[in-house]
């Protein structure tokens, strides 16, 4: 039944995607602002704030960025939190070192590969495959470890001091944002099943206290992440989980850990572009597109159809290398030095650079994946921040719950991830972003599923340049690429660079995605469709936080969080 669940998830996102329109480009006129000394770039103010409010009260980007991810998690339960993961990385000054965190969820040992080839009745509502709504979905957060070992390895501050902003917010309220009401709007029917989310008013500027996460904060602050890895908030975690069906239980908690892994990265465009190493899938496929694109349109593109083109083709090579051969690094081989090959990239380059669009086939995706019929939704959980402090050191980090409201119950106060809908199926069916994934991303124990989450920095003569990254599916890496490009190649400034239109291409389905509310301006619509395109408007491509890093005497640091989905940055 798995396929049929899938199929009537994907219709009900394409009915949501009415409901889940956002704001016009250009309608947040405060979007971006340019600071001297530090700046915190967030998809939601009062979490670009808190991180701002660290930052003046002696900490660095370390503390702030973990201040953020935990005030996002108040003010945004529909795209992250304690119950979710994600991946930072981080760029210390003081030594030029690059380092990165990865915090993903991880499959609970009981996971195996058929666990979702599960018989029964649908849920109602949207995203209600058994991988995306209930216990089973709900990997092992690694964000409460994530944001500990963010502070206590580069942080300066105590970790009660980080949870204080975020704390104040879940005690005192905060206003619902548009961005919030709009997937509570969706998904009200399955938020109204669980005991915490029920009491929730979702409507927009209404005033939300959170005392079940309130909870949870005190106790992170007053004993770190064990409360959570075995601790008391974990043991109401588990036992939540359990009753929603799923087979987490304390050891998986107590066995989790952060893993510390190499970047990838690549030389290109005059620039060192550093990015997420497996399991995200994201930053490979950026450094591949990169690669690919600078043969194909040699080192100084400017913006127009024949870039587009050839970045639409980029992407599509390393789309199906993702599907057919990404999983956990800890758990597969995985051989990323062979994929970026240059005589492989030499051979991308000759398709990318041609006149016309080409078909997946071109690019080896099998046949039978074409038939998927996937779509993608038009919106989804997941949260990007910049943060650059006095300093100079910089953290960009992503960090998600996967779809909306994760797998929309709460575990010991904390809204769950459905992270376990990012593993493949192998029977060829995709996953809520259209992806299908290979025998290598199939659940296991302690597996963590391919991701697409691209924190990025990109530095140029040694100095970081550029913090930048995205939510938004698999739509993530290809928006973080372009808003990357736009400062770095076509001198855009990060507030113009977010807010322009944005194209994206997965290789399947054969459609190049345009956004509904940054359209393309028809010229260059048309010359894509010249070239044999196939164009479908998709609502928005990505939600995009950027800080440009003008280095100098006069040091300007212009940050941007994306109208798309009514952020604003902070700092002094
Ligand atoms: N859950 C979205 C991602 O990791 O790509």
Redesign the pocket.
Known sequence: MGAMVRKVSMLFWAVSALLVTGLAIGSSPEHASVFAIDAVAADHFEASKAGAEVLAAGGNAADAAAATMLALGVVNPASSGLGGGGFALYYCAKDGSLTFLDFRERAPRASHQAMFDIEGEQPPGPASAPSQLGGLAAGVPGEPAGIEALVRRFGKLALSDVVAPALRLAEEGFQVSEALARMGQVFGAQLRQDTVMSKWDLRPGAVLRRPDLARVLRAFADEGAAVIYGGVIGKEMVTSVQAHGGVMTLADLYAYRVRTRAPLEVEAFGHRWVTAPPPSAGGFTMIQSLSILERAVGPNPSYGAPLLHAMAESWKGPFLDRQRYFGDPDQVILPVASMLEPSRVEKRAKLAGGERARPSSDYDFPVEWTKTNATTPDNAG?SHLCVVDGEGNVASVTT?V?LPFGARFTGGGIVMND?MD?FSRGGGEANAFGLVGGHRNLPGPFKRPV???SPTIVLRDGEPALCAGASG?SR?VTATQQVAMNVLLHGMTASDAVAAPRIHHQGIPEALRVEEVAPLPPELRDALVARGHTIKPIHNVANVQAIQIEQGPERRLHAASDPRKGGRPAGR
């Open positions: 997941t998600t996967n992270e990012d991701s697409t989450m599916g993530i």
